[in-house]
């Protein structure tokens, strides 16, 4: 819901509200990055140098998805800059860069006390609650929806001002004037950017940025025309991760810092019940033993030697009700055989004229873990009442709120310097390591840096939730769906994770707090893209005792498994053509019809017949005008050992693309990571303990796994869609659908060889 100025003002007028209707009118902020000599701030965004080096600023997590290129491209189009002369800097945590589009989406989960007046990204009440509460998350793949249009506006003010100093100086009118490459030009003259910065600066903007009147893209057309298949932004990040001196968290060194390691207990209400400090006494290198409640930590010149000193303490834990993966397939079970389903979608007549379905399937999904490369990693110093974290954090704000709480401090006295993340997929949106790293730090008396070990990853993971579900249909005149029911019974996970993040909730409280509530987004990508006239969507939350959250792709990872699984067993079925089948129910879906199309095209497909190996799948994110369409075609079959997949042909249509070569990365990456989630990565525990505990247990695809991928991106005017989240969900399906065309078995579970056939 939309509310003007003028609206506001008058009915706030009208019943004697006026400081507060004024309270809710967004802020202005001006400089955010620090400058140097030299330097020259335009706006929160960016800063000139004499040297011509423009840097941008990103409030972002960049944890590989390229973030800190694609900001400072659309800056540098904007604003005609040499891209040999731009850097990027983490953005400082505040107002000025708040998420408006990821703050409406996620409504639901901070709960706003008028909920139709923060549902929408230009809602003025979600404006104010965003910047006040410094809401900069990353996540979902709003990048370019919420900052490409700021960092426009911003570049565009800030050529403005340059022009009207080149203007003065050449006595022209600065609308004459123009950027590029780093350079203000009229006519024959020229000057640099470098030259007009501190003149530039003096200058007032334009009241309404005059932008460019083209968007930033990459066609297609402008690769195959070219023997030149680079973009024109390369990486910014590129270098230095390849020579290997590009800084993560874990590589923060600061004067006398010391090292901790920690282990905590279970995921439940477990408590440290003893340990034995005499033992680890004479440990070389140790400095401190610091014990929280649930967890013990021990502070040493090496990290190595602090994890030394863990082993000698020998901590053991009391644990009521622990984790077994028994228990929570059992809860599943039950919940989607006998709980009361609560409707959360339908279309047309939903299930109504359903008496008995035609066909009904079962669908199992087991936690999924991260399998980030780099583990969680804090550095935290307090001195003098201030307290100083260095962490890659998705949701720094709420790291530094959670940390300001843990020791009683103020948040205006804890700083937080944003780190990059070896990998995340939404991991670390959590913020444990923040408030343990600050408590040690307290203790130890002196900078300390709290690395986990990869088992303490894997102890505190919260997986992406495990699903039980039954999908129906009935089905008309040559087997087509007239009717589709899906009943899914799965934790109100991202209720559950919303507690966490914005009420700073123990993990079990959160539970508590969301238990028999419905949750939208756990359903997320049911309702199919197909014309299927008559659809109801139905949740039976249950309460499975594990901690779950958020994990790249999140529920598109098993909700397109299911749908696509589904569809292609009813076509099969009824003997029609995969491909032909899905097409005749896409009439509304033009864009997911053409990836369809390509698809098939770019990967030879034969119709998926007995023996071939193939299998297809389709998947939108979001809705028909502005979401993200993918079609995939894999070929795989019986391997050494269980599946090889041998080869992946993808069609995406991503909207408006301004970076091809981070896209073609990102969507790469997704199938890769879906490739992943389809054949390992569960998330399985016995007496508490997870199954898993090393990285390689987790059997993620290796270099020699990874099949030939061949990707084609369709052009289209439609608005930019995240790369980095639409390779993951067809990859499980297509693959399912491949291995029945290869062996004749249906596989109906996550990951595909779990469970019984």
């Not at 228990?327 to 008995?356: C, F, H, S, Y």
């Not at 009439?587 to 698809?599: E, F, V």
């Not at 770019?602 to 299998?615: A, V």
Request: hydrophobic fraction near 45%; glycine fraction near 10%.
């Amino acid at each position: 819901m939309r509310v003007s100025r003028r609206g506001l003002i008058a009915g706030a007028a009208v019943g004697g509200g006026l400081l507060v209707a004024w309270s809710l009118f967004p802020r202005r902020y001006g400089a955010q990055l620090p400058t140097g000599p030299g330097e020259q701030a335009f706006g929160a965004w960016l800063t000139i140098g004499e040297d011509g080096v423009i840097t941008v600023a990103v409030p972002q997590l960049e944890m590989g998805q390229g973030v800190t290129t694609l900001l400072p491209q659309v800056v540098a189009m904007e604003l005609g800059a040499d891209w040999r002369q731009v850097a990027a800097v983490p953005a400082p945590v505040s107002g000025a860069y708040a998420n408006l589009p990821l703050a409406a989406k996620w409504s639901p989960l901070w709960r706003p006390e008028i909920a139709a007046l923060a549902d929408e990204p230009d809602d003025l009440l979600l404006r104010r609650w965003a910047e006040d509460e410094s809401f900069t998350l990353t996540a979902d793949g709003t990048t370019l929806a919420a900052y490409e249009m700021p960092c426009r506006e911003a570049a565009a003010s800030a050529r403005a001002m340059l022009c009207m100093a080149a203007a003065d100086r050449w006595d022209v009118d600065w609308e004459e004037c123009d950027t590029s490459a780093g350079l203000v030009t009229h006519q024959d003259k020229r000057a640099t950017f470098g030259e007009l910065a501190a003149e530039a600066a003096e200058y007032d903007p334009p009241s309404r940025p005059p932008l460019r009147t083209d968007d930033m893209s990459e066609t297609s057309a402008r690769f195959l025309d070219s023997e030149d298949l680079q973009t024109d932004y390369p990486r910014l990040d590129l270098p230095s991760k390849v020579d290997g001196s590009h800084q993560f968290a874990g590589d923060v060194r600061l004067p006398d810092m010391a090292y901790a390691a920690i282990r905590h207990g279970p995921l439940s209400r477990a408590e440290l019940s003893s340990f034995d400090k005499r033992a680890a006494a004479g440990t070389p290198g140790l400095l401190n033993v610091v014990k929280g409640k649930r967890w013990i930590a021990a502070v040493a010149e090496t990290w190595w030697a602090a994890e030394q000193a863990l082993g000698a303490l020998a901590p053991r834990f009391q644990v009521a009700n622990p984790l077994e993966s028994d228990r929570i397939a059992g809860a599943l079970d039950d919940g989607v055989r006998n709980g009361k389903p609560q409707r959360v979608a339908e279309r047309g007549e939903g299930d109504g004229e359903m008496t008995k379905p035609s066909l009904a399937l079962r669908y199992d999904v087991l936690p999924a873990a991260h399998g980030a490369i780099e583990t969680a990693s804090c550095t935290a110093r307090l001195a003098d009442g201030r307290l100083e974290l260095w962490l890659a954090s998705q949701a720094p704000e709420a790291a530094r709120k959670a940390a300001a709480k843990a020791l009683g401090m103020s948040s205006h006295d804890v700083v937080l310097y944003p780190m990059p993340a070896g990998g995340s997929f939404d991991s670390r949106l959590e913020h444990d390591h923040a408030i343990e790293a600050a408590l040690i730090a307290r203790e130890a008396g002196r900078p300390v840096q709290l690395v986990w070990s990869r088992w303490q990853e894997h102890l505190m993971e919260r997986p992406r939730p495990p699903v039980s579900a039954v999908l129906s249909a009935r089905l008309g005149e040559s087997g087509y769906i007239d009717t589709f029911r899906a009943r899914l019974a799965v934790p109100p996970a991202a209720q559950e994770f919303g507690r966490r993040l914005f009420d700073n909730r123990t993990t079990w409280a959160a539970i508590d707090d969301v238990e028999d509530e419905t949750d939208p987004m756990v359903l997320e990508g049911l309702m199919p893209a197909y014309s299927i006239p008559n659809v109801a969507i139905d949740q039976v939350p249950v309460r499975i005792g594990l901690p779950s959250g958020r994990l790249r792709g999140n529920a598109h990872g098993y909700t397109a498994f299911m749908v696509e699984s589904f569809v292609d067993e009813v076509a099969h079925r009824h003997e029609q053509e995969p491909l032909a089948f899905r097409m005749s129910m896409l009439g509304g879906s033009p864009r997911l019809a053409q990836c369809l199309q390509a698809a098939a095209q770019l990967g030879g497909w034969g119709g998926g017949e007995g023996g071939s190996g193939q299998g297809i799948a389709c998947h939108r994110m979001g809705d028909a005008e502005s979401g993200g369409h993918i079609a995939l075609v894999a070929t795989a079959g019986a391997g050494e050992g269980g599946v090889r997949v041998s080869k992946l042909f993808a069609a995406v249509d991503i909207g408006r693309v301004v970076n091809r070569d981070i896209a073609l990365q990102q969507i790469e990456g997704g199938l890769i990571y879906g490739l992943g989630l389809a054949l390992s990565s569960a998330a399985e525990y016995e007496r508490g303990l997870p199954v898993n505990g090393r990285l390689a247990a987790l059997q993620l695809p290796t270099l020699e796994d990874c099949p030939e991928i061949t990707i084609q991106l369709i052009d289209s005017e439609a608005p930019p869609f995240d790369p980095g989240e639409i390779g993951v969900p067809p990859v499980a399906p297509a693959v399912a659908n491949a291995l029945f065309s290869a062996t004749g078995l249906r596989l109906r579970h996550l990951p595909l060889l779990s469970g019984s056939l």
